[in-house]
């Protein structure tokens, strides 16, 4: 039976679905650490997704005194790999150079993308010495994201792709739309959705601003459904048309998915998205920003959905209002979003990752 220990930061809904593929497809044995942090207020999930662990550990923000324990905790387990979120806690770096040497991989999740800035480039001179001392290979979603990783040096098993998938199993069944209830909603409710935290990066301002300026032009909007809560909630309160969901737990957000037509992410950083994932898992449209990392791989203009330039909401407007004059193949684009999103999966998830620590460990014991 493998062993491998994840040490994460918070916890999502798309990860336990991993995990769970992990564990029921290929009969791994986990050991998981999570880090609490503050901005959890926004990202309240239920705790009761992640009760089937039994070996469940939760470190408090500013851990890294913690890290003789948690060696001592993982020598008593004795992982075949070991899979850690970046470098960014410093419990979890002290833990990957302690059990670097050996066979046993050490991978870490890098959604970075390469920007160029000066502190990237800083990195990429002092990464064989800090970096790869760590780490044996860097597992990032999607083209960008290997951009960065070979800018740090990392090659050939080195360099992983497809380090998100959504819960494919909820959000699949949502993308038959002829199953629906006609009498409580149409095949393609007249409605938008955007689902993520409500703060500045997101581009909630953008989001309002199109949306009025949409309203404007048309007699029969549609609705906009915000899910999601954070420091910008208040500026989408008692705007006409807008309907705040608040924090939609992952067991939820499959039905919310069936109400709606089309997802807009107006981000103006976005590592990948793994909502565009669920949107496009679920059949439906979506309007995102190019600086969504997600949109080469999951979004093609005219295909599925279109791409705009972060902060350009006067172009999203036009897009919300081409879409509610009935201007889109609902059921062709459904198609092609639910064909780009079957790339990825919590099953071909947990395939990859146990393979590539075959493929890693075997290399490292030839070296």
């Known amino acids: 039976m493998l062993r491998i220990a994840i040490l ?7 990860l336990n679905a991993c995990m769970q593929s992990l564990v029921k497809e290929h009969e791994v044995r986990l050991c998981v650490y999570r880090i609490t942090r503050n901005v959890s207020v926004d990202r309240p999930y ?24 948690v060696i001592n905790h993982l020598e008593n387990f004795q992982p075949d790999a070991i899979l850690i979120v970046g470098w960014s806690h410093p419990v979890y770096r002290r833990v990957a ?52 990783a070979r800018r740090l040096g990392y ?5 992983m792709e497809g380090l998100y998938a959504c819960n494919t199993y909820a959000f699949e069944p949502v993308s038959n739309r002829e199953t629906c209830d006609a009498n409580q909603w149409p095949k393609w409710p007249p409605r938008f959705l955007f689902t993520g935290r409500l703060a500045k990066e997101k581009g909630i301002e953008d989001l309002i601003r199109a949306y009025q300026l949409y309203r404007a032009q048309t007699q029969q909007p549609w609705e906009l ?13 008692d705007v006409p048309g807008v309907r705040l969901l608040g924090f939609v737990q992952p067991n939820d957000l499959p039905e919310i998915f ?17 909502v565009v994932h669920e949107a496009t898992c679920a059949g439906l449209s979506v309007l995102c920003t190019r600086q969504c990392g997600s949109s080469v791989e999951l979004v093609q203009d005219g295909y599925n959905g279109y791409l ?11 897009l919300m209002l081409y879409y509610s004059q009935g201007r889109v193949d609902f059921d062709k684009f459904g198609a092609n979003s639910v064909a780009l999103s079957s790339r990825y999966s919590p099953s071909q998830w947990a395939d990859y990752l146990v393979q590539r620590i075959v493929d890693l460990a075997r290399t490292k014991s030839l070296q």
């Open 258 to 274: 069936r109400q709606v037509s089309v997802l807009i992410l107006p981000s103006h950083f976005e590592p990948w998205g793994v």
């Open 225 to 237: 459904w915000c899910a999601g809560s954070g420091p910008l909630e208040y500026l989408l309160k």
């Open 155 to 159: 090659r050939g098993l080195g360099v």
């Open 308 to 318: 705009f330039d972060a902060g350009d909401y006067e172009h999203l407007a036009n």
């Open 8 to 14: 994460w930061s918070e916890l999502s809904g798309y």
């Open 46 to 69: 239920n705790d009761s997704l992640f009760t089937w662990i039994s070996d469940l550990n939760t470190l408090p923000n500013n851990s890294a005194n913690l890290a003789p324990a």
């Open 97 to 148: 150079r302690h059990f670097k040497s050996g066979i046993r991989p050490i991978i870490a999740g890098c959604d970075n993308q390469w920007h160029g800035t000066w502190k990237q480039w800083g990195g990429t001179l002092i990464s064989r010495w800090w970096l790869h001392p760590m780490y044996d290979a860097l597992w990032t979603p999607g083209e960008r994201g290997v951009t960065f």
